[in-house]
């Protein structure tokens, strides 16, 4: 769903660059929020848009919370993202893929260095081997390549860390395995947390658009619904795992749940939407905390030269960080939006003013 809310006032890029690619004829949106606190980094989007402005819209959006999410992660890195606007039912075969990757790559190598790549939505770990034929700014190629491989599995374990703080400060306990999940989305992020919460012995609600998605339901226990009951199925806990703008006016009186922490970038249409939860009495976990898995972990071993096993420890830290939050915006009787956006706003103008 493409937000429609006006970001322009809020969000100042640094630079943005939209080029209809060069061998691929598609239109590539590069956007980099800021450099404020070191690279730009972000993942490449490639998914399709009724219109490529939809896509720019995105870009921007999403580039902008990937600064907030590096500043809470605590990472030297800003926001950038790259959205690749495919035309409705557009199907890129291999050769129009890697084209168009290459495409992606040389307008990245253009920014010399201010903004590095990363797998999103429609992207995987080989697609970055192919951005990585033309710039070195990539993050997780497959680890024989290079690379710290597929991300999604280290976003899961962050989930989950930040769900079993959403637990203790919500219903007192961290155990998972007394309560009840909705997953909304099982992409590959989404199949991880499914896999790991069905471990714990929860009780799981789970739905996909693609029914295809329906026997991994079946093999971990989980009870397959459409979308929109999923969203506002009768469970202690939404898991919001695929596209943005879940949470909007219209959905957040329709809801069941008691709290909300997932993975999916952008889950509330506008920020006003958070006050809405706050009224409801939901607790909802800024996405832009509980989605940096991926981001720590690629970094911690692709540019600070860490073990897998240092990072998943940085990865695990997302709880620590979420609870800070929480109990942030309680004491302050503010939304967890409000106190995670002020901490990032915070670290942000601080890294400036170092040398
Ligand atoms: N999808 C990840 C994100 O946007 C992309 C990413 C992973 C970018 C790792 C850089 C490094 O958070």
């Given at each position: 769903m493409v937000p429609t809310t006006d970001i322009a006032s809020e969000l100042i890029h640094e630079r943005v660059v939209m080029q209809q690619g060069t061998r691929s004829g598609l239109p590539i949106v590069v956007a980099v929020h800021s450099t404020a606190l070191g690279q730009a980094i972000g993942g490449c989007r490639l998914a399709h848009y009724p219109d490529w402005r939809d896509g720019l819209t995105d870009a921007l959006r999403l580039s902008a919370a990937m600064s907030d999410k590096c500043a809470l992660a605590g990472l030297p890195n800003g926001g950038g993202k790259t959205v690749v606007a495919l035309p409705p039912g557009r199907?890129?075969?291999?050769?129009?893929?890697?084209?168009?990757?290459?495409?992606?790559?040389?307008?990245?190598?253009?920014?010399?260095?201010?903004?590095a790549t990363g797998p999103d939505v429609g992207t995987g770990p080989d697609d970055m081997t192919t951005i990585a034929e033309r710039t070195s700014h990539t993050f997780c190629r497959p680890v024989p390549a290079g690379g710290s491989g597929d991300s999604s599995q280290h976003t899961a374990v962050g989930v989950l860390a930040a769900l079993q703080a959403l637990c203790s400060e919500r219903f007192g306990s961290a155990e998972l395995s007394r309560?009840?999940?909705a997953v909304l989305g099982l992409g590959r992020v989404g199949g991880h947390v499914v896999r790991i919460l069905a471990g714990t012995g929860a009780r799981l609600v789970v739905s996909d658009v693609d029914e295809g998605k329906r026997a991994l339901a079946d093999r971990y226990g989980a009870t397959w619904t459409s979308p929109p009951d999923c969203l506002t199925a009768d469970v202690d806990i939404l898991v919001p795992a695929a596209l943005g703008s879940v949470l909007t006016p219209q959905s957040v009186p329709t809801l069941r749940c008691a709290a909300i922490a997932g993975p999916a970038n952008n889950q509330l249409d506008a920020p006003t939407t958070a006050d809405l939860l706050h009224?409801?009495?939901?607790l909802w976990a800024p996405d832009i905390v509980v989605s940096a898995g991926g981001i720590i972990h690629a970094t911690?071993?692709?540019?600070?030269?860490?073990?897998?096993?240092?990072?998943?420890?940085?990865?695990?830290?997302?709880a620590d960080t979420l609870t800070d939050i929480l109990r942030t915006a309680g004491a302050a009787t503010s939304t967890p939006a409000a106190a995670a956006r002020h901490r990032a706003e915070q670290r942000i103008r601080h890294g400036r003013l170092l040398p």
């Open positions: 199907v890129l075969d291999a050769a129009a893929r890697r084209s168009l990757l290459h495409d992606v790559g040389d307008m990245i190598a253009a920014l010399d260095g201010a903004y309560r009840s999940f009224q409801r009495d939901i911690a071993v692709e540019l600070h030269h860490e073990t897998s096993t240092q990072a998943t420890t940085r990865v695990r830290g997302i």
